[in-house]
């Protein structure tokens, strides 16, 4: 019995964590590899590019860049500022986790953005913003990553 509600209890954790939705018949995006990153020393520098693939969830990671990761001002959350381009004719509506990543030892921080709706043939910024627990200058964090993103027809 126990076996059963530990498979069931991950099976909710994972739905919760990769973001899945229903879409009224179309195709939900499910998680990806990381693709776009940042390595936190400053802003203005892009993410690298996703590797290939077709699926909802390619390219909805492709869509996004991070474009600064840091400790925001208060020194009480760690924040990743995002442009995510949406190059289809349709419009969307992105959900994309973001993780906060250091050395060895660093207990990794994610932060989510749900249901940023973006234009057909244009761009939205916003920023993913987790608390920060450590009680330094958040330098430990050596960069951010896209975890995985997903989009639906808005």
């Known amino acids: 019995m126990r076996h059963v509600r530990a498979v069931a ?4 954790v994972l739905i919760a964590l990769t973001g ?22 400053g802003s203005g520098s892009s993410g690298g590019s996703a590797p290939g693939g077709s699926s909802s969830a390619d390219r909805a990671v492709r869509d996004v860049r991070i474009d600064e990761c840091k400790l925001d001002d208060t020194g009480k959350n760690l924040v990743a500022r995002l442009t995510v381009t949406n190059d289809s004719s349709l419009d969307y509506d992105y959900d994309v986790t973001v993780q906060f990543k250091g050395d060895a030892g660093v207990t990794t921080a994610t932060a989510m ?16 913003t987790t608390a920060y627990t450590g009680g330094g200058d958040g330098s430990e964090y050596k960069k951010c990553v896209v975890l995985n993103a997903g989009r639906i027809v808005a």
């Open 9 to 12: 209890v991950f099976g909710v």
């Open 20 to 41: 899945a939705r229903g879409s009224g018949g179309g195709s939900c995006g499910g998680g990806s590899s990381s693709s776009s990153s940042h390595d936190g020393s």
């Open 113 to 128: 953005v749900n249901d940023l709706h973006v234009k057909a043939s244009a761009s939205a910024s916003t920023e993913a």
